[in-house]
């Protein structure tokens, strides 16, 4: 089946460590996007990336760093530089045409204690 | 800097009640507009969505949204909500590039 895989679905870290989520999408799509859902302020974009080795910063893009070397693949590093990294990240990707559907992965919950 | 508001972030309906849920946008420009549903567990999905032609988009399970242009506004709508109605709606606006911005949701509880 076609779609986005996210793991882990649930990742505990002390705080100061490094941690990455992996996504990986398997519908050849062009375009793939991090964004963190919290709740009552909905999902902010953290980075996007519209091609290989390519991506651009969102809204809230400091404390996270990402690498785009495959097209299916979109990891997302939260470093010990974000502030406030306990929330729910959600992968999500699109075909090459703008303005189209995004389709979102089922999202891993992170907890920094 | 572009914004998506979504009026109201809880809405607690009967069943058979008519549901209006506001969503506001500022962008001057050309606008793709969406509206997304999740449901309790699952992922987030497309509802319906907006690119051009008719204002007025009919999407799944007997929702639709009318784009004014005008107010910069893509309200959802659904003549009678069903308990499997219940469910966080978001409003998104993607602007001239592959940049989607979601409103804020809106958390809709349906009483049977």
């Known amino acids: 089946d076609g779609g986005i895989t996210q793991s882990p679905k649930y990742l505990f870290r002390k705080e100061g460590q490094n941690v990455t989520l992996s996504c990986e999408q398997n519908l050849n799509h062009d375009a793939m996007y991090w964004y963190r859902q919290d709740p009552g302020q909905g999902l902010r974009l953290i980075y996007y990336s519209q091609i290989v080795n390519d991506f651009q910063k969102g809204d809230i893009a400091e404390g996270y760093s990402v690498s785009r070397e495959k097209k299916e693949s979109f990891p997302l590093t939260v470093t010990s530089a974000q502030k406030n990294p306990t929330a729910f990240y959600l992968c999500?990707?699109?075909?090459?045409?703008?303005?189209?559907?995004?389709?979102f992965g089922e999202g891993s919950w992170l907890t920094v204690v | 800097a572009q914004s998506v508001s979504q009026h109201n972030h809880h809405v607690i309906l009967s069943e058979a009640a008519s549901l209006e849920l506001g969503c506001n946008y500022s962008y001057g420009g050309t606008v793709n507009l969406f509206w997304y549903v999740q449901y309790p567990g699952q992922h987030l999905q497309l509802l319906l969505k907006y690119f051009s032609g008719d204002p007025l988009v009919k999407g799944i399970k007997g929702f639709e949204a009318e784009f004014i242009k005008s107010k910069f506004s893509f309200n959802l709508r659904k003549p009678s909500v069903q308990w499997s109605d219940t469910a966080e709606y978001f409003c998104?606006?993607?602007?001239?590039?592959?940049?989607?911005?979601f409103g804020a949701g809106t958390r809709l509880f349906v009483k049977a």
């Open positions: 998104a606006v993607t602007t001239g590039g592959f940049k989607t911005i």
């Open positions: 999500a990707s699109t075909p090459q045409a703008i303005g189209n559907t995004i389709y």
